[in-house]
Antibody
Framework: QVQLVQSGAEVKKPGASVKVSCKAS????????MHWVRQAPGQGLEWMGI????????SYAQKFQGRVTMTRDTSTSTVFMELSSLRSEDTAVYYC????????????WGQGTLVTVSS | EIVLTQSPGTLSLSPGETATLSCRAS???????LAWYQQKPGQAPRLLIY???SRATGIPDRFSGSGSGTDFTLTISRLEPEDFAVYYC?????????FGQGTKVEIK
């Protein structure tokens, strides 16, 4: 069965960087694009960007351009999201989500990783 | 960027009633690229509807989606206790994805 398992919660100081991982299993890793979505406490969902695990190409939401880097490791079927220059407003749960192969929708989601930014 | 506005913000209903949720786009959206998700507290979102009206795998037929252009609707018939949650619409356009702000369906 398809599973996306994310790394554990992180606490970071303002100005630091965080790198969250998302390990995929149960399907051919390189056949499906992966997205990152975040959710601040009590708030809605915010799309951050997409990575194509096959070639590694990425596209980021304008809001995060210059601060976010998405990468992948095909040998371990893992995608990574690194966010730099953290500020308190980046405190959120970060999700990876697989894009459905035939339509533009996210059919499987990771369990989420809470990133807390606090001095 | 296409902005999605969901209404109402909160819907208070009783089990067995029908919920009608609205998602309005600031520009026309291809029906193929409109999806709905359900999220319960402490859980990741779950895909309900894609392509505006197609149910995802395992989704009960009491969930239905409709609409086109800038106006889309999610209807939940015969509300079950497990349906009380927050619902988000999502669209894809110009290589960008955006979500609505969500509608909370709560028990009256």
């Amino acid at each position: 069965q398809v599973q996306l398992v994310q790394s554990g919660a992180e606490v970071k100081k303002p100005g630091a960087s965080v790198k969250v991982s998302c390990k995929a299993s149960g399907y051919t890793f390189t056949r499906y694009d992966m997205h990152w979505v975040r959710q601040a406490p009590g708030q809605g969902l915010e799309w951050m960007g997409i990575i194509n695990p096959s070639g590694g190409s990425t596209s980021y939401a304008q809001k995060f351009q210059g601060r976010v880097t998405m990468t992948r490791d095909t040998s371990t079927s893992t995608v990574f999201m690194e966010l730099s220059s953290l500020r308190s407003e980046d405190t959120a749960v970060y999700y990876c989500a697989r894009e459905h192969s035939s339509v533009i929708a996210f059919d499987y989601w990771g369990q989420g990783t809470l990133v807390t930014v606090s001095s | 960027e296409i902005v999605l506005t969901q209404s109402p913000g909160t819907l208070s209903l009783s089990p067995g009633e029908t919920a009608t949720l609205s998602c309005r786009a600031s520009q026309s959206v291809s029906s193929s690229y409109l999806a709905w998700y359900q999220q319960k507290p402490g859980q990741a979102p779950r895909l309900l509807i894609y392509g505006a009206s197609s149910r995802a795998t395992g989704i009960p037929d009491r969930f239905s989606g409709s609409g086109s252009g800038t106006d889309f609707t999610l209807t939940i018939s015969r509300l079950e206790p497990e349906d009380f949650a927050v619902y988000y619409c999502q669209q894809y356009g110009r290589s960008r994805w955006t979500f609505g702000q969500g509608t909370k369906v709560e028990i009256k």
